[in-house]
């Protein structure tokens, strides 16, 4: 009766992988972890970022976005390239013109 089957098989595979790949990246650090002070909000400069990664059929492209916790200014800003080297170097580029401290009429 095994002839019969798919490639000779006496049971038939599944085609997915029945164990689950697990994370491609590690786990970082949780936000959970952070200190208190920054839970507050009351301090400048205590930024959060995100990256958001599409397809690569689509191509190389993701979008970095930056959002101060006490003023909720926002940055986004494209990268064309996937590699870490790139992403670190265009961030430093858009972060270097920004001010170390608020303005006085941004303040809530």
Same mark, same amino acid.
């Given at each position: ?61 993701? =979008?970095?976005? *930056? =959002? ?6 926002? =940055? *986004? ?16 580029? =858009? ?14």
């Amino acid at each position: 009766m095994a002839r019969h089957l798919p490639h000779r098989r006496k049971k038939r595979q599944p085609r997915r992988r029945s164990t689950p790949r697990g994370l491609v990246f590690p786990p970082g650090r949780s936000i959970h972890e952070r200190p208190d002070y920054v839970k507050t909000r009351e301090t400048f400069g205590e930024w959060e970022g995100d990256l958001m990664i599409f397809e690569r059929a689509q191509s190389k492209t993701n =979008v970095a976005s *930056l =959002v101060e916790r006490k003023t909720r200014f926002a =940055v *986004l800003f494209r990268n064309n390239d996937r590699s870490t080297t790139h992403l670190m170097n265009r961030l430093m580029d =858009v972060m270097e013109p920004l001010p170390s401290q608020p303005a006085i009429g941004i303040y809530p």
